[in-house]
């Protein structure tokens, strides 16, 4: 009976369980299959909650809130590459810069020496959370970068104080901080820029822990958000924009794009016994005045015809860009109808035998030329006499010893613009830099080039062919009387065919830049849509400087 029962129990309870899940599928799983399923609810991120954001994404990177921002991956991965070797370098830098700044606290504070006892960056390198290219018209690449870096660096110093040794070490590292770093200025020298501007845009979050021989004294109530707050306000002060930290790359003599200075006003007065050039025993004498290091052409004075002492008394204003090192060439020729004009002699000039608003005269014994290694010849060859000025601009005044107190620096915002009636008159410098044009597209040919027309003198850009983005760099300079107010400069970009055709020249846009904002603020530097062009745009730079 016992044998039966048992099984009938197996029997049962092997039966029961496939009946029962059949029984409970048909009852609680079926009826929901049948009924009409309806499609997942799609919601754009924005419209959910912050909540739901910050359980999504616990933490954006920059290129997702903002879509400027680029992600930098692949650069990431070369810090990883890099970074033992990255860390050696800059702890060895750190070393040398650290040795000369303990040397001067040893012998203070009965300090008998202080030295890195370790010194690493750990493992784990910064990390660019987004980088940012910003576009202007200067010569210069701006970048802004997002870094944070958990590092876990290995710093411990060692504190030699009388008999004691006290050691301070530097735990759990954390920075989270904006940077912009810009490259300035564009060189043609190889790396392309001469220095690193950096600076930060924000208060810079810095956590990190400190032990001294053992103990942890961030630990003391207070004393944590105290350092916190400190550290924050003291590298503010030093790097927070507008605040830089500048690092040298290329020699700055060697790149730097010499500006003018000043204007040099020469006086050719008159010479004396000039060399007998033609047959009838007489010359026809003409000056050529040039600086060393200009590209300008040369000034001359007029031919005075049958006249071995010619009187010119003629002025002339030459722009100076170096006064410490450029040279005034004199030269005296002989001016032939047919063939090339003679040359009846030289001479040289250092500008820095000139001092600022001085006038000087000099009366100059002519020369074969200035090559110092040739054995002179004894030929008198007449002499010639010069007055020579040299003005410095009022903004370098200070830089050769001029009066500084009647001119304060001129800032380019609204509040520090000049009126028509403030404008100081005088002679000046107009500079033009016509830099590039972009999408300057001509119906028959693309080889732009620029025109500039400024009170009925014309000057002209080389041609640049088959492109629609034109890069000339050119500079123009137009010596004036008086500040350009209420005047407008008109350049023309236009383009045309190296063959001769019938449509040989087309123009591809113009525009009329009024002068009155570069009197006011002294420099512009902006870009210019072409009128008559569909999408022609001119950049250029415009510089007035008063002498």
């Known amino acids: 009976m016992g044998l039966l029962s048992s099984l009938l129990g197996i029997i049962g309870f092997v039966i029961g369980i496939p009946l029962g899940l059949l029984v409970g599928f048909f009852v609680f799983v079926y009826p929901e299959d049948t009924k009409q399923v309806k499609d997942p609810v799609v919601r754009p991120i924005s419209d959910l909650g912050p909540k739901a954001v910050e359980e999504l994404l616990p933490e954006i990177p920059p290129w997702v809130k903002t879509p400027d921002y680029e992600r930098v991956d692949w650069l990431n991965k070369f810090l990883l590459d890099m970074w033992p070797f990255l860390d050696k370098a800059i702890c060895g830098m750190i070393r040398l810069t650290a040795k000369p700044i303990f040397a001067e606290y040893i012998g203070k504070y009965q300090i008998k020496g202080i030295e890195f006892d370790k010194l690493s960056l750990g493992t784990l390198p910064p990390t660019l959370c987004g980088i940012k290219v910003l576009e202007t018209n200067e010569k210069e690449l701006v970048m802004e970068q997002v870094i944070k870096w958990a590092g876990n660096p290995n710093i411990v110093l ?18 989270f901080v904006t940077l912009r770093t810009t490259l300035r200025p564009l060189v043609p020298t190889i790396p392309c820029f001469a220095k690193i501007v950096v600076s930060l845009m924000g208060k810079p979050h810095v956590d990190f822990g400190m032990k001294i021989s053992g103990g942890d004294i961030m630990a003391i109530p207070g004393l944590y958000g105290f350092v916190q707050e400190t550290i924050k306000k003291q590298v503010a002060s ?9 690092i040298p790359i290329l020699d700055e003599s060697t790149v730097a794009i ?12 008159r010479a004396h016994k000039l060399l007998k050039k033609d047959l009838l025993g007489t010359s026809d004498p003409y000056v050529k005045l040039t600086l060393t290091g200009d590209k300008l052409s040369a000034k001359k004075t007029s031919i005075k015809m049958r006249n071995l002492n010619p009187e010119w008394n003629e002025k002339f204003k030459l722009v100076v860009k170096d006064p410490n090192s450029q040279v005034l060439q004199l030269q005296v020729y002989d001016w032939d109808k047919v063939g090339a004009h003679d040359r009846l002699g030289m001479q040289l000039v250092p500008l820095k035998v000139l001092k600022p608003y001085e006038n000087k005269e000099f009366t100059l014994d002519l020369l074969k030329d200035t090559n110092i290694n040739e054995v002179p010849i004894k030929k008198n060859r007449g002499q010639i006499v010069v007055d020579l000025t040299f003005v410095p601009f009022k903004e370098d005044s200070m830089k050769f010893g001029g009066a500084s107190g009647t001119y304060s620096r001129r800032e380019s915002r609204s509040d520090a613009l000049l009126t028509d009636d403030e404008i100081e008159e005088g002679s000046g410098l107009l500079s033009l830099v016509i830099q590039e044009a972009e999408e300057v597209e001509g119906e028959h040919h693309n080889n732009p080039y620029a025109v500039l027309t400024f009170r009925g003198e014309k000057k002209k850009t080389k041609m640049i ?7 000339w760099n050119e500079e123009f300079q137009f010596m004036l009387e008086e500040p350009p107010l209420h005047e407008k400069i008109h350049i023309q970009v236009l383009s045309k065919r190296k063959n001769f055709s019938f449509l040989s020249k087309e123009s591809l846009g113009y525009v009329e830049i009024n002068l009155n904002d570069v009197v006011h603020n002294g420099r512009i530097n902006d870009k210019y849509h072409l009128i008559d062009s569909k999408n022609g745009v001119i950049q250029v730079e415009i510089r007035w400087t008063t002498a």
């Open 258 to 269: 010499k500006k003018p200075v000043g204007i040099l006003h020469v006086n050719v007065v």
């Open 158 to 175: 060692d504190l030699h104080v009388s008999s004691l040794k006290i050691s301070v070490q530097l735990v759990d590292l954390q920075v």
């Open 238 to 246: 030093l790097y927070l924009w507008p605040q830089t930290l500048e």
């Open 465 to 471: 062919r088959k492109t629609r983005h034109p890069r």
